[in-house]
């Protein structure tokens, strides 16, 4: 499967528009020099910005324009997703040496500044949710959304099983809940608020259904390119996952291929529903699945 000309398209509108959204934005609202280094140092690294480009493709599948409140709302989720890699990184963690294709952020700043860069990043994230022009009553249900998926019963916990259960075997359902909550809930948060920006909620339960499936198979592939990519190709660490719980560790490659061939067959039977019952294209959003090149 080669990436989708329309996401291609999409991509090439949006992705330098959130890359310049963030490059504008960030430096106004962090009063320490160095510490304004540091958070621009991995914000501003090169990635692919998949969750801010999911809501804003909700919104536009939902057909609303985007303008600057939509905007900074859709980056909020890249300043908490950025965290997140900060904190993975550090020596206390999965000590990783090289993310994005650069030093990771505690090679280049010390592990204090780094904690601090990604302490910052979470904090400004609310803080981008709530300092916009959208009615306050989305404001308030986009902080809620992303507390409950970023939080403790969300993608901290997933980082907490990931690194209780690091050296055993855990089963195929706990394995998913792992990855449903550490990788999965930032997805199916990044969904969800592109319907609360839009406050349109038509075919919630299939875009759900969508973004759940989207989250898996992201994991799954994630964990599948572990195994066969090379550190030049993703630039970050490979064949680090050998002590973790992955679905190649669990039930070999060829399984954990057709595992991910199943779920995202589900997230397209969920978008084709979207589509039969509420008459809208859900083209954009399928062409995401173009991104697993299976
Ligand atoms: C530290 C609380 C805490 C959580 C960390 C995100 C995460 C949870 C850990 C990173 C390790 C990992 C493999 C997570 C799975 C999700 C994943 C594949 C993240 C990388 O996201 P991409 O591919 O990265 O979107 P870019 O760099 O493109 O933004």
């Given at each position: 499967m080669a990436i989708d000309n329309q996401l291609k398209t999409f991509e090439d509108q949006f992705r330098p528009a959130v890359n310049q959204f963030l490059q504008a934005h960030?430096?106004?609202?962090?009063?320490q020099t160095e510490l304004a280094t540091s958070m621009q140092y991995s914000v501003n690294a090169?990635?692919?910005?998949l969750r801010p480009l999911l809501t804003l493709a909700v919104l536009k599948t939902l057909g609303q324009s985007i303008g600057d409140a939509q905007m900074k709302s859709a980056c909020a989720v890249e300043l908490l997703h950025t965290y997140s890699l900060i904190h993975d990184d550090l020596p206390a963690m999965?000590?990783?040496?090289?993310?994005r294709g650069k030093p990771t952020n505690h090679v280049k700043f010390g592990p204090g500044m780094a904690t601090l860069a990604g302490d910052g990043l979470l904090t400004l994230s609310f803080q981008w949710l709530v300092d916009n022009e959208l009615p306050a009553r989305t404001q308030t249900a986009l902080v809620a959304e992303l507390s409950r998926l970023a939080g403790p019963a969300g993608m901290v916990a997933g980082q907490a099983d990931d690194i209780y259960f690091e050296d055993q075997q855990l089963d195929l359902p706990r394995l998913k809940k792992l990855h449903r909550h550490k990788t999965g809930d930032l997805i199916s948060y990044s969904v969800r608020a592109g319907e609360l920006i839009a406050n349109d909620f038509r075919g919630q339960h299939d875009l759900a259904q969508f973004s759940r499936a989207f989250g898996l198979a992201f994991q799954i592939y994630d964990d599948i390119l572990d195994v066969t990519s090379s550190a030049q190709q993703l630039g970050k660490p490979v064949h680090?996952?050998?002590?973790k719980n992955t679905y190649p560790n669990l039930l070999g490659l060829a399984a954990s291929s057709q595992a991910l061939s199943d779920t995202i067959e589900k997230g397209q039977a969920a978008l084709a529903h979207f589509e039969t019952e509420s008459?809208?294209?859900?083209s954009l959003l399928a062409s995401f699945f173009s991104y697993f090149q299976v």
């Amino acid at each position: 499967m080669a990436i989708d000309n329309q996401l291609k398209t999409f991509e090439d509108q949006f992705r330098p528009a959130v890359n310049q959204f963030l490059q504008a934005h960030l430096a106004s609202d962090i009063d320490q020099t160095e510490l304004a280094t540091s958070m621009q140092y991995s914000v501003n690294a090169g990635g692919k910005r998949l969750r801010p480009l999911l809501t804003l493709a909700v919104l536009k599948t939902l057909g609303q324009s985007i303008g600057d409140a939509q905007m900074k709302s859709a980056c909020a989720v890249e300043l908490l997703h950025t965290y997140s890699l900060i904190h993975d990184d550090l020596p206390a963690m999965d000590n990783d040496g090289l993310r994005r294709g650069k030093p990771t952020n505690h090679v280049k700043f010390g592990p204090g500044m780094a904690t601090l860069a990604g302490d910052g990043l979470l904090t400004l994230s609310f803080q981008w949710l709530v300092d916009n022009e959208l009615p306050a009553r989305t404001q308030t249900a986009l902080v809620a959304e992303l507390s409950r998926l970023a939080g403790p019963a969300g993608m901290v916990a997933g980082q907490a099983d990931d690194i209780y259960f690091e050296d055993q075997q855990l089963d195929l359902p706990r394995l998913k809940k792992l990855h449903r909550h550490k990788t999965g809930d930032l997805i199916s948060y990044s969904v969800r608020a592109g319907e609360l920006i839009a406050n349109d909620f038509r075919g919630q339960h299939d875009l759900a259904q969508f973004s759940r499936a989207f989250g898996l198979a992201f994991q799954i592939y994630d964990d599948i390119l572990d195994v066969t990519s090379s550190a030049q190709q993703l630039g970050k660490p490979v064949h680090q996952d050998e002590h973790k719980n992955t679905y190649p560790n669990l039930l070999g490659l060829a399984a954990s291929s057709q595992a991910l061939s199943d779920t995202i067959e589900k997230g397209q039977a969920a978008l084709a529903h979207f589509e039969t019952e509420s008459q809208i294209d859900s083209s954009l959003l399928a062409s995401f699945f173009s991104y697993f090149q299976v």
